[in-house]
């Protein structure tokens, strides 16, 4: 399998995507109302045509809805960064080091990220992070052994506002191997805002031009993370890329409520 990504419709051998996804256990109490919710939502659901199916494939890059989860960002315009609709405002040269958590629905995961491994892609999830844009969002994909794929954003407008907004690929200095993150690909020079976290030794994706830029600290929080649903549709029975694209979180949490997701995700203060 070989990691992708795209808004778009495009050949078999560009639709492959990688991801990995990495973390720390810490239940939290409030995790079992929250799925709770998600599968009531499920259920008033009136539209059946929101669910998917279909065959097993490999992963590609590219009715009302219910409330988002506790602690989820912040979701009106006066709250959210301009930098959320507007990418030319998030180019900040990320720090030689600093480390991210992810406050996810199974825990905390912590990222360490090394900028001299891959210094552009460092730089893009620094911003990411920086502006809120990895807020409220599903791991979308998950296939046991291999990875974990996240960073479409909930809200379609940040979709759209993002979706041309690649960045050049850095050489790859590092191995995709177990806790290893690294940016999913269509294609070169195609990196935007969805990352993988390596479950396996997948360090067959090195000659293939993803370059990990982090290592998550300590995987058990990532394990945990669901990944039932395996790929995505039209292949598989998970969630269709073009419609979270087009519908975000309305569409995952209606079809797809055992999904995962980033409630936070923080730049650690050393």
């Not at 067959?204 to 058990?220: E, H, I, K, Q």
Request: charged share 20%; glycine share 10%.
């Amino acid at each position: 399998m070989r990691p992708s990504t795209s808004f778009t419709h495009r050949p078999a051998h560009a639709l492959l995507v990688a991801f990995a996804l990495v973390a720390c256990r810490s239940p939290e109490p409030n995790d079992q109302s929250y799925r709770d919710r998600q599968v009531a939502a499920r259920a008033a659901a009136a539209d059946p045509a929101a669910t998917t199916g279909g065959t097993t494939a490999e992963p590609a890059g590219a009715g009302g809805q219910p409330a988002a989860p506790e602690n989820a960002a912040p979701t009106t315009p006066h709250d959210r960064n301009p930098a959320l609709l507007d990418p030319a405002l998030a180019t900040e040269t990320a720090p030689d080091t600093f480390t991210v958590k992810l406050e996810t629905t199974e825990g905390d995961v912590v990222i360490d990220v090394t900028r001299a491994w891959a210094p552009r892609g460092a730089d893009r999830f620094y911003n990411l992070v920086r502006i809120g844009a990895l807020d409220d969002v599903a791991f979308f994909r998950g296939s046991e052994g291999f990875m974990a794929q996240v960073g479409l954003n909930g809200d379609p407008a940040v979709n759209r506002a993002w979706k041309d907004a690649t960045i050049e690929d850095d050489p790859v200095t590092q191995s995709n191997t177990r806790g290893m993150v690294s940016f999913a690909t269509s294609g070169p020079n195609s990196r935007v805002q969805q990352f993988f976290i390596n479950f396996g030794n997948n360090a067959r994706l090195d000659g293939m031009g993803f370059s990990p830029f982090g290592r998550v600290r300590d995987m058990t929080t990532m394990d945990a993370i669901h990944s039932g649903y395996g790929e995505g549709a039209p292949r598989g029975r998970g969630p269709s890329q073009g419609r979270i694209t087009n519908e975000g979180n309305t569409y995952l949490r209606a079809a797809f409520p055992e999904l995962d997701y980033i409630r936070r995700a923080t730049i650690v203060e050393s």
